[in-house]
């Protein structure tokens, strides 16, 4: 089911390490095509595109592409007690961990009356994207509305695929979701398609442009938001989800068996790579993972992820081995099962979950962290979405004339090292012509 890859008794360079990495290349490849081809067909024919695309790919003819209000009042009245609640509790905890991601303002003063002001704007405007296609996401819902509300973003609007069981409605309990967090603007479009629409809107529907994009998703969704890139800002390409399970002869099999099947059941593309320092557990895991693969409800889906080239057992000879591997790899999720884990060590990753106890699954609903995360290697230099996302720093210069004079001279010296005399006229006409008791003032005679 799984394949082993030995890399005991190599040294390997990074370039070798990332050489050696199991990934699903040519689905990548051939997704971008795709969804830049369906990103076009938005852009030009908008409407009409989206409603060949809901046929085609969701089974879906004449329903709401805009949601009506009366669809979120009934989604969120019909929602089980019990599911609400749940919601409400990752709603809150989620809440409280993105208020910690936003910086206080700083003031910096470089001297009397010389100030620069760093402040965070939050963009105007998001479109927030939650997948529906093999599975039902309402905790989507929460980890990409909760930080935009937090960061203060003003107009929110939200896509989801159609659902042919619902009669081209979104998923009730996605509606239920975004009433339950207040968004009213929800829209019925799913894939590649539905970044389009977001990025270019459609004024058939009243869906005016965003200027963010983010929403985990497949590879055909991410490919989407490489291709709209430009357009308007985009969180990390979070495509078909992946988990890396560094482990050494203290794990137990059969948690590491259920943590790579808990992932591997999201779709036929997801990513589930074992890196351990013992064979005696590499050959426990393999030996669990069978039946238990075969017990699970989407056995057909998780044994397809396990069997692809993106999915893998690999051997190491130490944990050092295993790190460098691990930090190569650049995993959406990470999780460490080793006596000594050293979280520290592992610096490319969506997210680091530490020890027996913190599986991916919690991530993925209640441990107020948020699970829309880098794939595909991005985590080596992109960070999971936050509060953070929906922020623009931005700096606030204020000098007066005794501080600008006393930087007057250099500005002018660098302005005409750069040929570009005009920057340092901007300054020198500031002290000319100006009352003798004004600071800096000069007699233009």
Known sequence: MLRTIDLR???LSPAELLATVPRAAAAREEALTTAAHIVDDVAARGEAALREQAERFDRVTEHDIRVPAAHLDEAL???DPDVRAALEEAIQRVREASAAQVPAPTVTELGPGARVTQRWQPVRRVGLYVPG??????SSVVMNVVPAQVAGVSEIALASPPQSEFGGRVHPVILGAAKLLGVTEVYAMG????????????PALGLEPVDVVTGPGNNFVAAAKRAVAGIVGTDAEAGATEILVVADETADARL???????QAEHDEQASAVLVTTSERLADDVLADIGPRAAATRHADRVAAALAGPQSAVVLVDDLAAATAFSNAYAPEHLE????????????????VFVGPDSPVSLGDYLAGSNH??????????SSGLSAATFLR?????????????VVRDAIVTLAEAEALPAHGEAITVRFTGRPAHEPGAENPA
């Open 256 to 262: 590491v068996a259920a943590d790579l099947i808990s």
């Open 372 to 381: 829309v995360l880098p794939t595909g290697g991005q985590a080596r230099y």
């Open 9 to 11: 008794g190599r040294t």
């Open 133 to 138: 296609g093999k599975a039902v996401y309402p």
């Open 77 to 79: 009245a019909e929602l």
């Open 393 to 405: 720093p931005q700096q606030v210069i204020e000098y007066d004339r005794a501080a600008l004079a």
């Open 191 to 202: 894939g590649a398609g539905a970044i389009g629409a977001l990025a270019h809107g459609v």
């Open 336 to 351: 460490l099962h080793l006596a000594d884990p050293r979280p520290a060590d592992f610096v490319h990753a969506g997210a």
